[in-house]
């Protein structure tokens, strides 16, 4: 197990260091810069001299070749660089965002995992039923909804005409918080799931082994519980962790809606005025965060299903 | 027209004025929630470090400066100094300082203001507020390495500070800056950006990067009884939508509004008294790059702002939330003149000009423009069918806001649309069309005309201020009639506050700036709140 999870930390190095190359490059091509965006408001330009030492300080007056070579140099040496907005550490920019980040995502995907997969479960146990029919329009409509105006519905409904819970903000203590972004984030992910879920279900009820166990005479309960959750949780730790994975990406226009301070507005932000370091920075934390995800649920599925061996 | 932009002057008085008249009492305590509308987060507590509105919102609750703006009068005044005196040749002043205190204890004295202003300008430390101290004598030296300061600041005891300036023009327009604040000398400047130390009225409390910035009363605040408010949240929310929904729900104090919500309050019976309006110092323009050859013709710029009915794209896409533009300067300047016209929607008058230059054919040119909806592309597709109709075909560059000042920068664009700063200081912000003025300071249309430079070198020589506003009104109604850029709109901001603010001020400079310290919150406020 250890070797596997040593593998495949060193397999995330090359997807680390192409994700790098892609986003300096890109920036590097488009039009607009750091020094533009400090002038985008429509007030005077910049006196020359500070723009000269602004280029110079940030190393943006040196070739294109040698801004990467300086960029994977410090990278080796796990520093981020200096964000050209704040001229702070890089880290010092992303790590007080990641742990709402990291909340939030947890929160939206708890949400989705509690909600989802007992009603892709109990929509597949009566296929073709009222609840069966309600449940499955449910997920179409939560996977094509816009998150953003999802957003705003749930900041219509249950702040502005119930009271019941705050429309934005972010109090590290308070649960009334996390509660409108969490739902606006994880019904995409719980919708994908009930239809998962609901998929496995019915493909592993019609299996060999469970008509077996039928005319063995095992209970109905007994066979859900014991034989066919477990060779559906395969399936659903596959859905569960690619869409947490992507949470944290997919969580961008959510944090910006509701003022949450996470990485995803700190890339909106970071982007809108060409602060590379903190997109290089940001988008290697998404990644990152990403893969070992998916590392985890490679590691979950030899726990859960002695036939798959991860090593 | 101008009766109308009379009546709007006068009404913003009057709002003015019955502003202060019901703010006659005001009451301490309570927490005040505000919002910074322009993005999701702030870039750095310490404003020298920035050039964005958005930090400047909370720059202003935490910093002082040598001067600050006063909204009522439209004209800076002295904050950080009790008195000044001006030099017989009218280019050096002595201030004499007030009793001040920095947030961490430190008193403020002279050397302070000198440590400040050549950090400011300092060449190695690249701060944008280095614009502002250019007029001092000595930061050119300075700037260039020829000085180890700046040679303009002169402490004359710990109270007293001299600076001599290289020109006539008033001082305080530069130095009210809040990009130019003043802080302790003995403070490490590298805790500014993360615990600020100002002699503003609040202190900082708590900051969660990309949410909120919370701040206290500052109780050695300089200004007696001030301020009348126990806490101050300003909520970073860039999101238009949802500010909306947070103030309704009562959850902000107020909500800078963009056109469509201006119209929804106007018409809500429970919104629509307690809004502020104000003419902002900011021009809406379309600026024509004379690299391309028609835009060389002065006919061919003035027939574009006759075929154009602004008139109607304010009322219609812009639902009033701006004042039509008759020149540069905005209303509020004190160089604005009353009796100036703007150009009349006229297609005929702008065929003839069109045909007078040699371009009855037609002539194509493209408009790079941000999605902004006030003064981006929205307003370009709104103007080709009225360009079209008198043989002017416009096609749109869209591009996002940082690549606009790019490409304008760069010189490369056929025409722009962009809402610039064209006050509150009418010598500084006419002279951006001075022919020596290079466009990667504000010329972005390479504007040169003989007369107009010999206008702006006659203001800039001119101590009195009545007659130097006189030649400043000429210079401007001059660039009208030369039109270098089309003259869409002056922007009208607005802002929706809750019934139990008080001390709000329609600041031109920027409505999202206000003066925190005059604000305070009655007993109708909810218990949030108290």
Not at chain 1, 201 to 219: E, I, Q, W
Not at chain 1, 227 to 254: P, Y
Not at chain 2, 70 to 95: I, Q, R
Request: glycine share 6%.
């Amino acid at each position: 197990m250890l070797r596997f999870i040593f593998r495949r930390t060193l397999q995330m190095i090359p997807t680390l260091l192409a994700v790098v190359l892609i986003i300096f490059v890109i920036f590097s091509v488009i039009p607009g810069s750091f020094i533009s965006s400090l002038m985008a408001e429509g007030r005077n330009a910049m006196n020359a001299d500070v723009v000269a030492h602004l280029n110079s300080e940030f190393g943006l007056d040196k070739p294109l070749l040698v801004r990467l070579g300086d960029y994977l140099w410090g990278l080796a040496h796990f520093d981020l660089g200096i964000s050209y907005r704040t001229r702070e550490p890089v880290w010092n920019v992303i790590e007080p965002r990641l742990w709402p980040s990291i909340k939030l995502a947890l929160t939206a995907m708890g949400f989705a995992v509690v909600v989802g997969v007992p009603l892709g479960f109990l929509a597949a146990l009566k296929p073709g039923s009222l609840f069966d029919t309600g449940t499955m329009m449910m997920a179409v409509s939560g996977l094509s909804l816009p998150e953003f105006w999802l957003g705003l519905l749930l900041m219509y409904v249950f702040a502005l005409q119930l009271g019941w819970l705050p429309s934005f903000g972010y109090h590290p203590g308070s649960i009334k918080h996390i509660v409108l972004p969490a739902i606006a984030l994880g019904v995409s992910p719980m919708a994908l799931l009930a239809r998962t879920t609901r998929a496995g279900v019915l493909d592993v009820m019609n299996a060999d082994f469970v008509r077996t166990a039928r005319a063995k005479g095992l209970t109905e309960p007994r066979l859900v519980f014991a034989h066919v959750t477990r060779n559906v949780l395969v399936l659903v730790l596959t859905t569960l962790g690619l869409q947490f994975g992507s949470l944290m990406g997919q969580a961008i226009v959510i944090e910006a809606l509701f003022s949450w301070p996470g990485i995803g507005s700190l890339l909106v932000d970071s982007v809108s005025t060409r602060d590379i370091p903190v997109v290089q920075g940001t988008v290697i934390v998404i990644v990152l965060w990403f893969l070992v995800i998916n590392m985890l649920v490679d590691v979950a599925y030899a726990a859960i299903d002695p036939r798959i061996k991860v090593a | 027209m101008l009766t109308r932009l009379g009546l709007t002057a006068a009404l913003m008085l009057g709002m003015a004025t019955a502003t202060l008249a019901q703010d006659a009492t005001p009451k301490d305590g309570g927490r005040f929630v505000y919002v910074a509308p322009y993005g999701s987060s702030i870039t750095s507590l310490d404003i020298t470090a920035t050039p964005h509105t958005q930090d400047e919102i909370v720059a202003k609750a935490i910093n002082r400066s040598l001067y600050k703006w006063n909204p009522e009068s439209g004209k800076p005044e002295l904050a950080l100094a009790e008195s000044v005196e001006k030099s017989a040749d009218g280019k050096t002043y002595t201030y004499k300082l007030r009793d001040a205190t920095f947030h961490n204890g430190d008193k403020l004295d002279a050397d302070d203001v000198i440590w400040s202003y050549n950090r400011l300008a300092d060449p190695k430390k690249a701060l944008p507020g280095a614009e502002q101290m250019l007029q001092i004598a000595g930061v050119a030296e300075f700037q260039a390495g020829k000085a180890d300061h700046i040679s303009g600041l002169k402490k004359i005891d710990d109270k007293t500070v001299q600076i001599t300036f290289i020109n006539l023009a008033e001082p305080g327009w530069n130095l009210m800056s809040n990009f130019a604040p003043i802080y302790s000398k003995d403070y490490p400047e590298d805790q500014l950006a993360s615990k600020p130390n100002g002699l503003g009225p609040f202190k900082l409390a708590n900051y969660v990067p990309g949410s909120k910035v919370e701040l206290v009363k500052f109780d050695d605040y300089y200004e007696e009884g001030k301020p009348h408010l126990d806490k101050l949240a300003i909520m970073l929310m860039g999101e238009a939508s949802a500010r909306d929904i947070a103030f309704r729900n009562g959850e902000i104090d107020v909500n800078v509004l963009g056109p469509v919500q201006y119209e929804a309050y106007g018409q809500d019976p429970a919104l629509k008294d307690h809004i502020l309006e104000v003419a902002e110092v900011y021009t809406r323009n379309i600026g024509f790059n004379p690299k391309v050859e028609a835009f060389k013709d002065k006919r061919v710029r003035q027939a574009i702002n006759y075929a154009i009915n602004k008139d109607l794209i304010v009322e219609k896409l812009l639902k009033n939330k701006a004042y039509p533009a008759v020149s540069w300067l905005p209303i509020s300047s004190p160089a604005f003149d009353k009796s100036a016209k703007p150009y009349p929607y006229d297609p005929e008058k702008a065929k003839e000009l069109l045909k007078e230059a040699g371009f009855e054919t037609g002539l194509k040119f493209s408009v790079t423009a941000t999605s902004n909806e006030s003064w981006g592309v929205p307003i370009v597709e709104a103007i080709i069918p009225m360009l079209a109709k008198v043989g002017i075909k416009v096609t749109t560059d869209p591009v996002e806001s940082s690549v606009l000042s790019d490409k304008i920068l760069s010189d490369n664009f056929e025409a722009f649309i962009w809402s610039n700063s064209s006050g509150p200081d009418p010598l500084k912000y006419l002279t951006c069309f001075y022919s020596k003025t290079p466009q990667t300071a504000c010329n972005y249309v390479k504007f040169s005309n003989a007369d107009f430079d010999k206008l702006i070198e006659q203001a800039g020589n001119e101590t009195d201020p009545a007659k130097q506003n006189e030649i400043l009104k000429e210079a401007n109604n001059l660039l009208q009639e030369e039109a270098p850029i089309w003259f869409f709109n002056y922007n009208k901001a607005v802002m929706a506050y809750q019934p139990w603010v008080h001390g709000l001020k329609p600041n031109a400079m920027e409505l999202a700036i206000q003066d925190y310290e005059d604000i305070w919150i009655d007993a109708s406020a909810p218990a949030s709140r108290k």
